[in-house]
């Protein structure tokens, strides 16, 4: 009796796709609460959840979308990104795999997308401008919602973020008419969650586009979240 050993199938995983699919799905429920409320304002958990995991969400896609690059080109794998040609994919593999000093990996995930900008001859993004100011926005916020720390807020001491975010977003509806300080109260609604998944998407799409690249991101189509 011939005998047939077991298939290996091998696949190759980007999880920045699920990413921005999460923030997408996270921001809709959070919406879906929000449509639905009226009266009073009221504190909702399970609304603050879906907008905290919206905005974290955003920046992990972001986070995950520039490692699966620089991970492509080290693993040889070149089905994404053999347009940016031989002499770039080499030089991106070399900086990713090399351990003398502080390691590429451990960059923040901006200077990486600069990073691979310049090393293949393409404009830079300007700092102080979209996409760019808002993907660093981006991340200020998602810092402070993982190293949260307790802080008094009020009219006159707000939080250190008021100032950049009150014009970005509408506020979140179920804390309207509310007196509780800007942030995180009136600030983590759908409207921070829509423009977080927008900020992180417009960044890596214009990179993208720059590369002449497309991504896994851009051409699996998971449904509607």
């Known amino acids: 009796m011939l005998e047939v050993g077991t298939p290996n199938l091998a696949m190759r995983v980007y999880y920045s796709s699920y990413h921005l699919w999460a923030a997408k799905h ?8 929000e449509d639905q409320h009226t009266g009073r304002s009221v504190f909702d958990s399970a609304h603050r959840a879906y907008v905290t995991n919206a905005i ?3 920046v992990s896609f ?13 693993d040889e794998h070149y089905s994404y990104i053999s347009d940016l040609g031989k002499a770039n994919m080499a030089l ?3 900086l990713w795999q090399s351990r003398e000093g502080q390691s590429i990996p451990r960059w923040s995930t901006l200077d990486k997308y600069q990073l691979v900008l310049l090393l293949t001859g393409k404009p830079l993004f300007e700092k102080g401008a979209p996409p760019y100011q808002e993907a660093t926005l981006l991340v200020r916020l998602r810092n402070a919602l993982v190293h949260f720390r307790p802080e008094t807020l009020g009219l006159d001491s707000p939080h250190k973020l008021t100032s950049a975010l009150c014009t970005k977003f509408p506020t979140n509806r ?7 300080p800007y942030f995180p109260d009136h600030c983590l609604g759908t409207g921070c969650a829509g423009w977080a ?3 992180a998407e417009n960044l890596a799409d214009e990179f993208f586009s ?14 509607p979240p």
């Open 92 to 94: 991106l593999a070399g």
């Open 197 to 199: 998944v927008g900020a």
């Open 56 to 58: 974290l969400s955003s």
């Open 62 to 74: 972001l986070e995950a979308a520039i490692n699966e690059l620089f991970q492509d080109a080290a």
């Open 210 to 223: 720059r590369l002449e690249i497309e991504p896994n991101y851009q051409r699996v189509d998971f449904g």
């Open 174 to 180: 179920l804390m309207k008419g509310s007196a509780n």
């Open 26 to 33: 996270f921001t809709r429920l959070s919406s879906t609460i």
